[in-house]
């Protein structure tokens, strides 16, 4: 056993730029009062670790940031661990999927075909989820004419490839540890570059079909079910995204005849949505989320 205090006079006593982040991590893993949520960390960090190689980002924060997601999430579910290792830019870069783009971005930008990095779409279902093969609910490998059935083939790893794709780093902002062989901030979660961004379809696993197959059409929702309780608006910003509509957008934007949601000053929604302020003049303050609390 090696004593808190120990590890640090270690570390300490070396000059290598990887000692300060073991020296924290092992003040804080072997001497912190959480150990269950410690040793839980450490678990899941050997699930999903990055290697540290020569040359590879020598700097402290942004290492100890990445393993504070493990226990953060310690004792939450693995779905919100997998989300965050996955916009974290040293997995992004550590699995190359950061700056990956879609097809059609590349032809538009220079007209040439790249297919987007396939390496973290492979890593994530081989490695970090479903496995090679489909198992039984007792762990062992379900077999057809005797083999292991696959959970995924090779057109899916392509498939999901492109859904890993448009993940850029954030600019660099103050109050961090500077990284100025990096040009950007990797403490921050990854954004997603809509211009990058494949937006077609991807193959869904489970079926022969694709990922949102079973969500629910809008004709098969019940009448109005966008004022019934429970139902959330989220403001977008001051653009009606003329780009999601079909036809030329331009012309959409600039078209005074084209259709416009327009609530009535009266009703209850435009209350909600707008929420207009006696004190501003009767000008909206307009709330990033509203959620109905009950059917309008």
Known sequence: ?????????????????RHPRHTVWAHL?????DQLRQRAAWALH???????IEGFSPE???WTSYYDIFVRNAFGNYRDVL??????????????????????????????VVYPDENYARE????????LFQLN???????????????????????YSRAWTGFSANIYRGNNEPDGNFGGLRNDPMWIDSTKRDVFPKS?????????????????????????EGATYRLLGASSAPQLHSGDGASWENNPESPRLALDVSSPLYELLCAPNANNGGGGTYPAKVGLGSTL
């Not at 994530?124 to 496995?131: A, P, R, T, W």
């Not at 079926?207 to 019934?228: A, E, K, M, Q």
């Open 29 to 33: 893993a072997l001497g912190a009062p």
């Open 60 to 62: 402290t924060e942004i």
């Open 124 to 131: 994530v279902m081989q490695l970090f989820s479903v496995g």
């Open 83 to 112: 989300r965050e290792v996955s916009y974290n830019n040293l997995m992004g870069e550590w699995l190359s999927f950061v700056g990956n783009t879609a097809v059609q971005a590349g032809i538009d930008r220079d007209g040439r």
């Open 46 to 52: 050997q699930i999903l670790p990055i290697a540290v």
């Open 137 to 159: 609910m007792d762990g062992t490998k379900k077999l057809e004419n005797g083999e292991p059935i696959p959970t995924y083939t090779n057109d899916d790893v392509m498939s």
């Open 204 to 228: 869904d696993l489970t079926s022969n079909g694709y990922v949102g197959d079973f969500y629910p059409l809008c004709s098969d929702l019940p009448p109005h079910h966008h004022l019934r």
């Open 1 to 17: 056993f090696v004593s808190p205090v120990q590890c640090t006079t270690l570390y300490s006593m070396s000059t290598s730029h």
